[in-house]
C-alpha cells in the first residue's frame, strides 16, 4: 500500500526526523491558510504548494510550484487541485489531484549552499536484507543518475536482526561527502529513517531529495513509502491512510470481494485459481498470440457470487476481446464456479465476446453439465493444450 508525501513525513517526525514542515489542503482556501501558519512559524512568505498523488515525477508535470505571496498560493493551488496531473509515473492518463501539501520553503539562506541526496530503504529479498540506496546526486530522477553516473550510486547491507549499526551511518554519511554538523544531523537522520521503516513494516521508504539546508540541518523534502499489505492487520493506523482513490478501481472492487486482481495491458481475461495456475495461464496466452488483460485469482474457497464479480471486473475492460477461464477444482468447487458464471452471465444480460473455460478437478462433471445446459455460447476445454488452440482461433492466429 502507498501513502501520500504528508503521510510519510508524518511518520518520519514520529521518529525525530526532520521534514521541510507543511500542512495539506483539499481548497484554495486552505491552501492560503496553511501558507499563513507557515509563515507565522518560519518568518517567510514563500511557500512550495505540491501535488498529493501517488506518483514520482510530480515537479516535471507542473504538480510543484512555488508560491511568493498569498495570491499566488491561491491562484496555484486552484491550478493544481482537480488537475490531471500527468508525469513519468502515471502514464498519459495522469491522476486527479484532489489534496496539495503547502510546504516550508527549505532552501532558505545562511552559511553554506544546500546540497541535495537521495536516500532509499528497500527490502532485497534475494539476500533477506534491508538496503540503503543513496547518492549525493538527489533531487533527480535516481534511474537517470544511475544510467549516467553510475559511480554516484551507493548501497550499504543491513542484517535485519541486527540493525543498523554506527559504522555504518558513519559509512554513508562520509560518502555523501559530509562533515561537521551536517556530518552529525545525517547520522541522526538515517538511524530515524531506518526506525521508521522497520516501523512501519515498509517495502520502501524514499527520501528525495533529503536536503542538507545552509544551517546543516538534514531535511526530508520528500517522502515516498510503500507499507507491505500483508502487515496491515497489525498497522491499523497505516491501514487508515489507505486512499482508494489512487487505486485502480477495479482492483479495489476486487479487494471487497478477495479476490486478487492486478490490472495488465493486454486483450484476454484470465480468471483462476492459485498464483502459479494463473502465471501459467498467462504464459499459454501469449505463447497462443495474445497478451493477458489481468491477473485475477479467485482463491481457494471462492464463493459463486465471487466469482461473478471477478467476471464484472474483467469485462469491465473494453481492451479485453475474450475470457479464459481456468480453474482446477482442489479446494474450491468446479460447479461453483460454473454457476458463478451462469449467474454473470444472466445478471449482465449479453456478454458479445467468446468465454472460454476449462474446469477440472473436484465435482468437474457437474460443472460442465451445468454449463452445457444453461444455454449459453462458453466453449469448453479439457487440456492446457486445447485452451491454448482456442485462444488463438478466438485471435484468428
Known sequence: MNIHEFQGKSLLKKHNVAIQEGFVAETSEEAVAAAEKLSEMFG??????????????????????????????????????????????TGPAGKKVRKVLVAQDAYY???????????????????????????????????????????????EEIEPNIGLQP????????SLGLSGDAFKNMQKFLRGIYETYK?????????????????????????????DDNALFRQPELAAMRDIHEENPDEVEAGKHSLNFIKLDGNIGCMVNGAGLAMATMDIIKL?????????DVGGGASAKAVEAGFRIILNDKNVKAILINIFGGIVRCDMVASGIVEAYRSMGAIDIPVI??????????????????????????????????VAKTLGK
Open 288 to 296: 497462443s498470440g495474445g497478451a493477458p488483460a489481468n491477473f485475477l
Open 357 to 390: 473455460v476449462r474446469l477440472q478437478g473436484t465435482n468437474a462433471v457437474e460443472a460442465r453439465k451445468i454449463i452445457d445446459s444453461s444455454g449459453l455460447k462458453v466453449v469448453s476445454a479439457e487440456t492446457f493444450g486445447e485452451a491454448a488452440a482456442l
Open 109 to 155: 539562506h545562511g552559511n553554506s549552499e544546500p546540497s541535495e541526496f537521495y536516500i532509499s530503504i528497500l527490502l532485497n529479498r534475494d539476500k533477506g536484507k534491508d538496503v540503503f540506496i543513496y547518492s549525493p546526486a538527489g533531487g533527480m530522477s535516481i534511474e537517470e543518475v544511475s544510467e549516467q553516473s553510475p559511480e554516484l550510486i551507493f548501497s
Open 199 to 227: 516501523d512501519a513494516d515498509a517495502q520502501l521508504l524514499e527520501i528525495n531529495p533529503a536536503l542538507k539546508a545552509s544551517d546543516n540541518r538534514i531535511l526530508a523534502v520528500d517522502c515516498k513509502m510503500t507499507i
Open 44 to 89: 517567510s512568505g514563500v511557500v512550495a504548494i505540491k501535488a498529493q498523488i501517488h506518483a514520482g515525477g510530480r515537479g516535471k508535470g507542473g504538480g510543484v510550484k512555488l508560491a511568493k505571496s498569498k495570491e499566488d498560493v491561491r491562484e496555484i493551488s486552484k491550478q493544481i487541485l482537480g488537475m490531471q496531473l500527468v508525469t513519468p509515473q
Open 167 to 174: 559504522f555504518q551511518v558513519k559509512k554513508i554519511a562520509f
